[in-house]
């Protein structure tokens, strides 16, 4: 339970300090992220080449699993001549080959999940400049980059078009 007030304090808290100085002449406006993201020229971009990547990726894949398949059948239809140590070294192929290609599903997703993260930072990199111009121009003191922190924010201060009309000049 003291855990619980204290969380419910440092609410209070950082609520009061939100509203104090901005009936204090304070003006405060948000930005929503993943529109910058998705809408921005940058966004798409990346976005096409985070498909790319998967594309080509899933090709590779692909190719893997026509393989084993292969190998499968190879299997199955010589499986009666085979001896038992050839079967054994042909179903350990196989079962090697289906290792490699669940770690390539694997690599596949982390170097995937990696690349576009690594595209999110270098857009909200660019896009921060931008934001700072906007909020200057405009005379926001405070720009929220969660909205959904506070709970409501009237959409007259959202500042997201400004920004991205400013990040796709970049």
């Known amino acids: 339970k ?13 609520v009061s300090g939100l509203l104090l100085p901005a009936a204090a002449g304070t003006k405060v406006g948000y930005i929503n992220l993943n529109r910058l ?13 985070i498909e790319k990547m998967k594309l080509e990726k899933q090709a590779v894949i692909s190719k893997k699993l026509e393989e084993i398949n292969a190998t499968k059948i ?4 010589k499986n009666e001549l085979l001896k038992e140590d050839e079967k054994k070294d ?44 906007v909020a200057k121009k405009k005379k926001f003191t405070m720009i929220l980059k969660d909205p959904n922190a506070i709970g409501y924010l009237d959409p007259s201060v959202d500042i997201t078009d400004d920004v991205l009309k400013e990040l796709n000049k970049l």
Do not use: W
Not at 74 to 77: I, S
Not at 112 to 119: C, S, T, V, W, Y
């Open 90 to 133: 042909r179903l350990d192929s196989l079962n090697s080959l289906i290792k490699e290609y669940k770690r390539m599903i694997t690599d596949a997703k982390e170097d995937i999940e990696k690349e576009d993260r690594a595209l999110v930072a270098q857009i909200l990199k660019q896009a921060d400049s931008a934001l700072k111009k």
């Open 74 to 77: 190879d299997l199955q239809a």
């Open 37 to 49: 993201v998705k809408e921005s020229t940058q966004g798409k971009t990346a976005s096409a080449n």
């Open 2 to 14: 003291i855990l619980h007030l204290s969380v419910l304090s440092l609410v209070f808290i950082i």
